[in-house]
């Protein structure tokens, strides 16, 4: 139920935010580290170390950017000129627009 109505208000935040003055690689920046430490208190709470092999750190970095960084930072640019309640819809669009490619592209086939 919280996730439910942290992930329905973090749209209406994002427009306050922006519209109050935030800039966008600011906001997104902020929100980055953020969530970065309080994984990294949780990994290190759970295992105790950070297991990460150095040869995957590339791949990592550009994950984080084009699957993280850069969709946050254009979500809160549109936001200014956007309503939160569509910026909500485009969001929640997503996986749709996902599984139609993928079923058009032949990777995912229907089964019954």
Do not use: H
């Amino acid at each position: 139920m919280s996730l439910g109505i942290s992930w329905g208000l973090s749209f209406s935040i994002m427009k306050i935010a922006v519209n109050s003055g935030g800039e966008p690689f600011s906001i997104a920046f902020w929100q980055a580290i953020i969530s970065a430490l309080t994984l990294l208190i949780i990994v290190l709470l759970k295992y105790g170390k950070l297991n990460i092999d150095r040869s995957n750190m590339p791949l990592i970095i550009l994950l984080g950017f084009f699957g993280s960084a850069l969709p946050c930072v254009l979500f809160y640019w549109t936001a200014k000129v956007l309503s939160a309640g569509l910026l909500s819809i485009t969001v929640s669009f997503i996986p749709i627009i996902t599984y139609l490619l993928a079923f058009i592209l032949k990777l995912e086939i229907i089964s019954t």
